[in-house]
């Protein structure tokens, strides 16, 4: 595990360097997250209606998407992209580590590193002045963390597996953007999931992108009971190990295609 971890900590050192990008990002979700609980607050005045959600609830599921966006395996990582499209991974293939580990660490890197710098100053300022509620108790708030942790190992092995794909596509952003609507949507990003229809909530509660946000959001909001962990954590590392499986089968494939000359 040494070499996997020293490449997860240079990455990190890497990625420490964009603190720019950093406060970029963290105004612009600023002003999602404002947009998207003006858009609630209306629909919640308009309607009488019975909710699965109270509106302070509503509002605290939003600035944890805000806070928690770039666990989304939305994003590829452009450098793996060229190596795989001008033949650089050649060199990767001749470093003494697995390819997958070495990618794994990499794209894990490049989740926790940005979304860190980014959520924590959003805490700070939704949790007293933007309505974000606090944990619901103590033990909701270390099973927030927990499946929080699930769920980025959940979004890596799915970046790890899209960008293995880029050895059978000339682009990979018709993919990426392919991903991108199915993850906004089926993650409750954007839409709290126990909002959408109850026709589909069999649906979005199989598909492996409830585990990314929604679970560990409604285990913050007490939502979700901290009991039920067990059996969500079950959940999350069952597709955790689909994707892990279906990367190794399709880099072995994808590394056939590769042809390495001269050397």
Known sequence: MKPYWAIFKTRCAVMLQYRTAAVAGFCTQLFWGLILVMLYQALYHSSSGPKPMTLPQVISYIWLGQAMLLVLPWSNDRDVMQMIRDGGVGYELIRPVRLYGMWYSRFLATKVVPMTMRSIPIFLIAIPFL??????????????????????????????????????????????????????????TYIPLPLLPDWSQPIVSFLPFRGLMDIPFRLYLGQLPVRELPRLMQGQCLWIIFFVLAGHLLLRRGLKLVVIQGG
Request: aromatic share 14%; glycine share 8%; net charge negative.
């Open 131 to 188: 309505g974000l509620q606090p944990p619901a108790s103590s033990p909701a708030a270390i099973a927030f963390a927990i499946a929080m942790l699930f769920g980025i190992l959940l979004s890596t092995s799915i970046v790890v597996c899209m960008n293995i794909l880029f050895f059978w596509t000339v682009s990979g952003e018709g993919l990426s953007q392919l991903l991108m609507v199915f993850t906004f949507l089926f993650s409750g």
